[in-house]
């Protein structure tokens, strides 16, 4: 496998489930994120985890709780949301000290009913 | 508040002509600038990237950027129907994540 990872692409859940949101890359970089896409809405960055250590939390309500067991892997656990919780959420990674580009998953479509 | 700012469109071209993408940011500071595109259902891909004055030309795609005017484009040459996406401007100022603007949607008629 090459590239970033996500699992699952398409997820439907109700208020009181508990879900998680799986992210690998195989790219051998050492940052990996959280963004939340909103129609309409520029990309709004949730999580950064450098080094696997959380190194931003960029206002997240605490229904949203990620975790970053190894430099390759990133969950985003998710309990309790609301509907507007409703996005594309998408993993991207880079390495640090590199020239900025992140690589990007093709995104979990996340609808809460 | 950093913030990166793109018209949201659609800008709609026909086939054969030049796109032109324009995106402005607030940071005076930042200091690489980053085109991604974003097909409709799919996740954003690093299309272009600048770190100097000037232009960048990669095939059909020129990227350009005047730090003095906080302002970085992207010109798409003999534009196609499959050039059809969203275009993200993102800006890194070196010791924050990258800041998206909201992408402008970009509509190339045959």
């Known amino acids: 496998e090459t590239g970033v990872t996500q699992t699952p692409r398409h997820l439907v859940m109700g208020m009181t489930n508990k879900k998680s949101l799986k992210c690998e890359q195989h790219?051998?970089?050492?940052?990996m994120y959280w963004y939340k896409q909103s129609a309409k809405k520029p990309l709004e960055l949730m999580f950064v985890?450098?080094?696997?250590?959380?190194?931003e939390n960029n206002s997240v309500p605490s229904r949203f709780s990620p975790e970053c067991p190894n430099s390759s892997h990133l969950f985003l656990h998710l309990h309790t949301l609301q509907p507007e919780d409703s996005a594309l959420y998408l993993c991207?990674?880079?390495?640090?000290?590199?020239?900025?580009?992140?690589?990007f998953g093709e995104g979990s479509r996340l609808t809460v009913l | 508040q950093k913030e990166v700012e793109q018209n949201s469109g659609p800008l709609s071209v026909p086939e054969g002509a030049i796109a032109s993408l324009n995106c402005t940011y607030s940071?005076?500071?930042?200091?690489?600038f980053f085109w991604y595109r974003q097909y409709s259902g799919k996740s954003p891909e690093l299309i272009m990237s600048?770190?100097?004055?000037g232009d960048k030309e990669d095939g059909r795609f020129t990227a350009q950027l005047n730090k003095a005017s906080q302002y970085v484009s992207l010109l798409i040459r003999d534009s196609q129907p499959s050039d059809s996406a969203t275009y993200l401007c993102?800006?890194?100022?070196?010791?924050?994540?990258?800041?998206f603007g909201k992408g402008t949607r970009l509509s190339v008629i045959a």
């Open positions: 991207a990674s880079s390495q640090i000290g590199g020239a900025g580009e992140l690589f």
């Open positions: 790219l051998g970089h050492n940052a």
């Open positions: 985890y450098s080094l696997e250590e959380r190194v």
């Open positions: 940071d005076r500071v930042s200091q690489s």
């Open positions: 600048i770190y100097s004055n």
């Open positions: 993102a800006v890194d100022s070196g010791n924050t994540p990258l800041v």
